[in-house]
């Protein structure tokens, strides 16, 4: 492993009780209705963007876990060229990368008006929740340097960030 790459730190040792409360949002999240494979898209799609390694892994593998199909976890980097989303998944996807970018894009009106055409206003909140608490995962883990390839997903992904 390069010295670029190599771990920094082991945040867990000193964040106890901002990770508890981190893993209470992850819960209710994951206990929100939001489907579950979805949940692990959106997170896989803010991670890409992010380019954290560590969470791309993650999310790849809690999202086969869940029953994703490969080919949709490849096409989702270009996923508005693929014909495999549905309009639902494509809204959130949007609204994932539009939140994620929000200091550039500021979650234009027409970006809100078609997330809002497929979804009820309490999961437009959980999605929000949801790509805000991938994003703090992302600076987490890129800051630290956490050491992507060595994750495996519990018998049941829905236990998983």
């Known amino acids: 492993m ?5 771990p920094r730190l082991d945040y867990s040792k000193f964040a106890h009780e901002p990770l ?4 209470a949002i992850e819960r209710y999240l994951h206990e929100s209705g939001i489907d579950l494979k979805l949940l692990h898209m959106i997170k896989l ?9 560590f969470c791309i892994d993650m999310h790849w593998k809690d999202a086969r876990a869940a029953g994703e199909t490969d080919q949709r976890l490849y096409g989702l980097d270009a996923w508005r060229e693929s014909p495999y989303y549905t309009d639902r998944e494509r809204a959130a996807l ?5 939140v994620t970018l929000v ?3 500021h979650v234009p009106d027409d970006v809100y008006e078609r997330v809002r055409a497929h979804y009820p206003e ?3 909140v959980d ?4 790509v805000g608490m991938i994003n703090m995962w992302n600076r987490v883990a890129i800051s630290f340097r956490a ?13 998983t960030s």
């Open 127 to 130: 999605l929000t929740i949801a």
């Open 94 to 98: 949007e609204w994932t990368e539009a």
């Open 45 to 53: 799609r803010a991670s890409q963007m992010n380019g954290c390694a």
């Open 122 to 124: 309490k999961e437009i």
């Open 20 to 23: 508890r409360s981190m893993y």
């Open 147 to 159: 050491e992507p390839g060595k994750y495996q997903p519990p018998k049941s992904a829905a236990t």
């Open 103 to 105: 200091s550039q894009t």
């Open 2 to 6: 390069s010295e670029e790459f190599k």
